[in-house]
């Protein structure tokens, strides 16, 4: 992550030279897509530097490879009286004959910021990544690609990595019931102006441009989009068509938005069972009791009745209540088990709704699959523990009394020796003592 070369920040925030009459500085970056120039003779090459690690991560989140086409300028000057208002940073296209010229600009002061230079960076990267299919002619103006707010500010926080303060927002706008319009959301066009509204803008960008890459083919759908853009010019067309076969409509995207948006502004605390207490747990269920018979003398007693039994009373009234009480219970465990677990008891379940259909044979052979399933279950579950209470006792701390014991019997035996020990001191004074 880009976090790992905040260090080369640093040299971002040196003073920066403010008249406009200064000479520049140039600088060219490794893969020599970036031009870097600023008065400060120290700042193109820390700049360039700091581009490649952000254009590294963002190649790594689009699964992309490095083949850019036009190059693109870093331009850091000092604000005049003429541009005193103008934004900063800015990203402008050029067209030079058949190719495109990107050039990002920042006026100073204020000096440069992490977040705005990864932003500025990031929108750029994409742009150009838009605009390398379309071909360019000298005869006619080149109408460059819109590139979304909600796309770089998302692309930039995920680079970036996560951002607690930002979490907390959006599961506060979730809980308040303030979920954000997806629809409204990509359509947006201006950027975010105040710190308020720009923190919440990059919260649901964030989660929306997290929720697109965990789809299947996440990372190629969202390089797909970047060219549609510059196919289609409208972020609309583009959209659709890329995942109009993950949303069928602006309903189906609205359902999607609303689930992943709580998932990933939900607190979860993991309050699965232990394999053991998921076994025991599925052996409460697996099992039924028969009441005492009152017409059979002979059967006065409670009977535990295996599963694969019940198929022996199909006819039986009960049986429905007891089958669907059975699968209740199951898809409770389910939620609940021990991974390990979790493929015997969906096995039972498959061989639960068979005898509700009244398919005995297919009951039959479920149950003998789910009963493999459950001794292989089982046998993985015993090795596991098994190998951890082995690694425990090997490398979990020993206790220190046998230790303490072994040093105070060493120096009691040094004390011992030391008595015993003859000394040519000892053996002088012996002389006196005859």
């Not at 005193?84 to 402008?92: F, K, V």
Request: charged content about 25%; some cysteine; overall charge neutral.
């Amino acid at each position: 992550m880009v976090r790992a070369v905040i260090v080369g920040i640093a040299l971002l925030i040196l003073p920066l030279a403010r008249a406009q009459t200064e000479r520049l500085n140039r600088g060219v970056s490794t893969s020599r897509q970036f031009i870097c120039y600023a008065a400060n003779p120290l700042l193109p090459a820390s700049l360039g530097y700091f581009a490649e690690q952000v254009k590294r991560e963002w190649l790594y989140t689009l699964d992309a490879p490095d083949e850019w086409r036009d190059p693109v300028v870093l331009l850091v000057t000092a604000r005049s009286d003429a541009n005193q208002a103008a934004a900063s940073p800015a990203l402008r296209v050029f067209q030079t004959d058949l190719h495109l010229k990107y050039q990002v600009t920042w006026l100073t002061p204020p000096g440069l910021e992490q977040p705005t230079v990864v932003l500025a960076i990031v929108e750029s990267l994409c742009a150009e990544l838009a605009n390398r299919n379309e071909d360019a002619s000298v005869a006619k103006p080149y109408r460059p690609a819109p590139v979304p707010h909600w796309l770089t500010y998302g692309l930039a926080r995920v680079i970036q990595g996560r951002d607690e303060r930002l979490v907390q927002l959006a599961r506060r706008s979730r809980v308040e019931g303030q979920l954000p319009n997806v629809t409204l959301l990509l359509a947006s066009q201006l950027a975010p102006t105040t710190p308020v509204e720009r923190d919440l803008f990059e919260a649901n960008a964030w989660v929306l441009v997290q929720s697109l890459l965990a789809l299947p083919d996440g990372a190629p759908k969202l390089r797909q989009f970047l060219t549609g853009l510059g196919k289609h010019k409208q972020v609309a067309a583009a959209f659709w068509e890329t995942y109009r076969g993950d949303f069928t409509d602006e309903a189906g995207l609205a359902r999607w938005w609303a689930v992943q948006f709580a998932a990933r502004t939900t607190t979860v605390v993991a309050e699965n069972f232990t394999g053991e207490e998921t076994s025991r747990r599925l052996t409460a269920i697996l099992s039924t009791t028969l009441a005492p018979s009152t017409t059979n003398a002979s059967a006065r007693a409670e009977i535990e009745l295996p599963l694969a039994d019940l198929a022996r009373y199909s006819e039986a009234p009960w049986l429905h209540d007891v089958v669907q009480e059975k699968l209740a219970r199951l898809a409770n465990l389910l939620s609940q088990a021990c991974p390990s677990y979790r493929p015997a008891v969906e096995a039972y379940s498959e061989a639960l709704q068979w005898l509700l259909q009244e398919n005995r044979v297919r009951f039959r052979r479920g149950i003998a699959r789910a009963d493999k399933v459950r001794a292989q279950c089982d046998k993985q579950d015993r090795d596991l523990r098994a190998y951890l209470d082995a690694a425990e006792l090997k490398y979990a701390p020993a206790d220190g009394a046998p230790d303490f014991s072994g040093a105070f019997r060493t120096l009691s035996d040094m004390e011992t020796l030391e008595r015993t020990r003859r000394s040519p001191i000892s053996e002088y004074l012996d002389q006196f003592d005859k």
